[in-house]
């Protein structure tokens, strides 16, 4: 009878161990959870389309690029997907990849910079570099670009 109750209390004690590694990661105060769809080269993700029945909080516009950062394994298996769309999900700061300027349509935005002799190119203050800290991917719908 003992040993009956002792390989119970061993069943489930395994059993929760493998419930508790499975919930998602708790989101630090400063960040925020995101799902993006999109394509990759090296480990820059580039942001694509979104469509209606995609889940998740994601104000990422089109085009814009991610630095991704990752697990070795993770960004492997990632890497062996480049070329074709997939969707990620992961952490980035708030505020990150708020936008500044003024947008005028058509994903394209006004924003005020210090003139320069080299007009037509953009100054290296007014663009940051996204970061994400990938946590999980899964293919999407879609084709990538060229």
């Known amino acids: ?3 009956t109750a002792a390989a119970i209390i061993i069943a489930l004690a395994v059993l929760g161990g493998e419930l508790g590694a499975q919930e998602a990661k708790k989101v630090p105060k400063d960040s925020v959870r995101v799902t993006v769809p999109g394509c990759t080269k090296g480990s820059v993700f ?11 909080r994601s104000d990422i ?8 950062n990752g697990p070795k394994k993770l960004m492997g298996e990632i890497k062996v997907h480049e070329g074709q769309m997939i969707q990620i999900t992961g952490l980035m700061k708030k505020g990150q990849y708020n936008q500044t300027g003024i947008p005028v349509g058509g ?3 006004v924003t005020p910079g210090i003139g320069s002799v080299s007009a037509g190119r953009p100054s290296p203050e007014v ?5 994400i800290d990938v946590e999980s991917w899964q293919p999407a719908a879609g084709n990538c670009p060229g």
């Open 61 to 68: 516009p089109e085009g814009m690029h991610l630095r991704m």
């Open 127 to 131: 663009a940051g570099v996204n970061y």
């Open 46 to 56: 580039t942001a694509g389309p979104r469509t209606e029945d995609q889940v998740g």
């Open 107 to 109: 994903g394209v935005r």
């Open 1 to 3: 009878m003992r040993s």
